[in-house]
């Protein structure tokens, strides 16, 4: 469950860069069905994806052949949620949700040496 978490965070922080960087060309993301659900299989793992107008971004995951993970990412409200959907059944699961606003507050959290200090003090010493 940590490595589902720590992957959707991960996932999340990309999201983020990438609609920072979307933002500032002037681009977005489009929904190319326009169905509303996340495709199944391979294309599963496509790039996030955010309804034109729409705040919410929604990265599906593939998770096996059974399961598919959903993170929908609210970014006004930083705020992550992780579904599990089974593919027979179509349920949908509520796994996690949590305000990140704080999270991304943090500068260093469970990292090994060298730590970005240490990384920019060695590169000011040149």
Not at 23 to 46: D, I, K, L, N, W
Not at 74 to 88: E, G, K, L, Q
Request: hydrophobic share 45%; proline share 6%.
């Amino acid at each position: 469950m940590k490595r589902i978490i720590l992957g959707a965070l991960v996932c999340v922080g990309l999201v983020m860069a990438a609609v920072a960087v979307a933002q500032q060309r002037g681009e977005g993301f489009g929904v190319g069905s326009g169905s509303g659900f996340a495709p199944r299989g391979p294309a599963a793992t496509a790039a996030p994806m955010a309804a034109t107008g729409s705040e919410l971004i929604v990265a599906p995951m593939a998770l096996g052949e059974k399961t598919q993970m959903l993170t929908v990412v609210d970014p006004r409200h930083r705020v992550v949620c992780v579904y599990h959907i089974d593919a027979a059944t179509g349920k949908i699961a509520l796994k996690s949700a949590r305000n990140i606003q704080w999270d991304l507050q943090i500068n260093n959290f469970n990292n090994e040496a060298p730590l970005p200090q240490q990384i920019q003090s060695m590169s000011d010493q040149r």
